[in-house]
């Protein structure tokens, strides 16, 4: 079983930036996905970030050239850093995270995105 603790959450201004952080339990070092999703209150939830171990990141439009995937394996950390935010990125966010077989999710952890 793999625990997986989000962080870095809050509220912030339109504009601003975010860092939310995704630690694991164990070594990241050989996971075969790494991905953030997010919730809006009355929406489905839905992909904002995906990567694979073969280095393919696949970003949600909503979300190109604003939102960055990356990791960190001394630390078995994956991050989010998010930039130019805006009201609409306002949701519940996931990591998700693939070791072996086997999909984890992260806890959530609430971004709000005042105008």
């Known amino acids: 079983q793999v625990q997986l603790v989000e962080s870095g959450g809050g509220l912030v201004q339109a504009g601003g930036s975010l860092r939310l952080s995704c630690a694991a339990s164990r070594s990241i070092f050989n996971i075969r996905y790494m991905g953030w999703y997010r919730q809006a209150p009355g929406k489905q939830r839905e992909l904002v970030v995906g990567?694979?171990?073969?280095?393919?990141?696949n970003y949600a439009d909503s979300v190109k050239g604003r939102f960055t995937i990356s990791r960190d394996n001394a630390k078995n950390t994956v991050y989010l850093q998010m930039n130019s935010l805006k009201p609409e990125d306002t949701a519940v966010y996931y990591c998700n995270l693939r070791f072996g077989d086997n999909y984890y999710w992260g806890q959530g952890t609430q971004v709000t995105v005042s105008s």
């Open positions: 990567s694979t171990s073969g280095a393919i990141t």
